[in-house]
């Protein structure tokens, strides 16, 4: 199993672009995620999914945009790119049972330079 | 809202052990905790319930207090592959995480 794949890992943007970050699971998981962590810092929520057309908003969403199409997939999207939105983005994937959430798994995460 | 981790940074020696504590100030349904190395993803460790049960991974093992919404994380006797940055993230229903501000371990010989 491939687990949670983002493409691509590395890009450079310049200011007023615009690009989406790739996202697939492989693991049939329900509910997939997307954070950013900048230099030295935690993990912020943007936008989350719980299942194929269902998306919402988490703590920092302004800039970005989301649609989960298929079960398998949760791409983000940059609008005109801006130097605040330089971080390291992650994309995760989680089941859930009778207690809730399980563990996260996470994608090796896209590293995105705004220039 | 975002948990809050204590402490930010802990130095240890090989077999000396660390307690790393994550507090919310909201009703917690769950607690997770993470493990990331430099330059690469988090890695799930566990997960912890209401009910003030303890788990335990190894050497590592963590608590969940639900009526003082803390939960805290032990590392006992800790190697060199512990190094790294420790999250915990709080869930206050069943659908997404916040993570706290993290606390970075470094494990010297």
């Known amino acids: 199993n491939a687990g949670v794949t983002q493409t691509p890992k590395f890009r450079i943007l310049k200011i007023g672009q615009s690009m989406t970050l790739q996202c697939t699971q492989d693991?049939?998981?329900?509910?997939m995620y997307w954070y950013r962590q900048d230099p030295g810092m935690g993990l912020k929520l943007i936008y989350y999914?719980?299942?194929?057309?269902?998306?919402d908003k988490g703590e920092v969403p302004n800039g970005y945009n989301v649609s989960r199409s298929t079960t398998e997939d949760f791409p983000l999207r940059l609008e005109l790119a801006a130097p605040s939105q330089t971080s390291v983005y992650f994309c995760?994937?989680?089941?859930?049972?009778?207690?809730?959430?399980?563990?996260?798994?996470f994608g090796s995460g896209t590293r995105l330079t705004v220039v | 809202q975002q948990p809050v981790q204590s402490p930010q940074a802990v130095i240890l020696r090989e077999g000396e052990d660390a307690v790393i504590n994550c507090s919310s100030s909201?009703?917690?349904?769950?607690v997770h905790w993470y493990r990331q190395k430099h330059g690469e993803a988090p890695v799930f460790l566990m997960i912890?319930?209401?009910?003030?049960e303890q788990k335990g991974h190894e050497k590592i093992s963590a608590s969940f207090n639900e009526k003082k919404q803390q939960s805290s994380l032990y590392l006992t006797a800790s190697q060199l592959s512990y190094s790294g940055t420790y999250f915990c993230?709080?869930?206050?229903?069943?659908?997404?995480?916040?993570f706290g501000t993290g606390t970075r371990l470094q494990v010297f010989p």
């Open positions: 909201k009703a917690l349904y769950s």
């Open positions: 693991m049939n998981h329900n509910y």
């Open positions: 999914s719980v299942g194929a057309g269902i998306t």
């Open positions: 995760a994937s989680s089941s859930t049972g009778g207690e809730g959430l399980r563990g996260y798994t």
């Open positions: 912890l319930l209401k009910g003030g």
């Open positions: 993230g709080t869930a206050y229903n069943t659908d997404k995480l916040i």
